[in-house]
């Protein structure tokens, strides 16, 4: 059982993962004229997003829905946070291969492609410049989503044995 001191050791270390995320996206283009120190942020970046999915997974792993074999319960009660945490990492780690292998030769260049210009306004802003479509920003809704799911992962229902779970055993089995 996850224990409220172990938890908020927990939920603290996720939060300080998704505030260097936020950080990265809001100031890494400050440092394009550094494309080595701009790599080292990308890299710690996408390691902190599989750290926070890392973490995610463990946490789903340590509740009583999980040891009791309702694993399909607890996917199905957080797959849109599973989702969209890997469309995040994989168009993270897309948008920081295209970047680098633009500017790590010409650091002093401006370059900044359709293709790559759409991408990161896809993963950080949310709208499409040539579709004029608002689309849901993928980095908010991350940031959104792991923090909700992050947060109800502390309810004590998933840690221990309770009606709720039995109904939802009962419903299983059927």
Known sequence: MLQTSNYSLVLSLQFLLLSYDLFVNSFSELLRMAPVIQLVLFIIQDIAILFNIIIVFLMFFNTFVFQAGLVSLLFHKFKGTIILTA??????????????????????????????????????????????????????????????????????????????????????QR
């Open 87 to 172: 469309v995040y990492f994989a168009l993270s780690i897309s948008f920081h291969v295209w970047v680098m292998n633009l500017r790590w030769k010409n650091s002093n260049r401006f370059v900044w492609t359709d293709g790559l210009q759409t991408l990161f306004v896809f993963q950080r802003l949310g709208a499409t410049p040539k579709l004029l479509l608002a689309l849901p920003a993928v980095a908010v809704l991350y940031c959104y989503f792991y923090k909700r799911t992050a947060v109800r992962l502390g309810d004590p229902r998933f840690y221990q044995d309770s009606l709720w779970l039995r109904k939802e055993f009962t419903q299983v």
